[in-house]
């Protein structure tokens, strides 16, 4: 089984190490992010939801591990995190239902602490 929480941790060293060349192009991205995710007309957790969702669809395990730790830490519920795998797996079929699984098990990796 997947490690998540290492998955993230790896893929968190990883970016320092990759911000070091690519200050400007990542610090865009950075920005990008912290207004894409925070509250507006759609609160925090919904849009880390979707986030999960489309990490799921793209079949992303360091996507799925960072999301995974974001939904949890915006305090959605396991079955929050289910409904947002079903919706994943309708639009993305047979693969995002391997992918589902992942997602759950980087859930409850994450739900633990």
């Known amino acids: 089984m997947k490690d998540y929480r290492q998955i993230a941790k790896e893929y968190g060293e990883g970016y320092a190490r990759l911000r070091e060349g690519l200050e400007a192009p990542l610090a865009g991205f950075g920005e990008l992010a912290r207004g894409a995710v925070g509250d ?4 925090r957790k919904t849009k880390e939801l979707i986030g999960f969702a489309i990490a799921i669809i793209s079949r992303c395990d360091g996507c799925i591990a960072t999301h995974a730790r974001s939904v949890v ?6 079955e929050e995190a289910q409904e947002v795998v079903a919706v ?18 980087a859930f409850d990796q994450f739900a633990e602490r």
């Open 88 to 105: 994943a797996i309708f639009m993305g079929g047979g693969p995002a239902s391997v992918y589902g699984v992942e997602a759950m098990r």
């Open 40 to 43: 507006g007309a759609l609160d």
């Open 73 to 78: 830490r915006a305090g959605a519920s396991r």
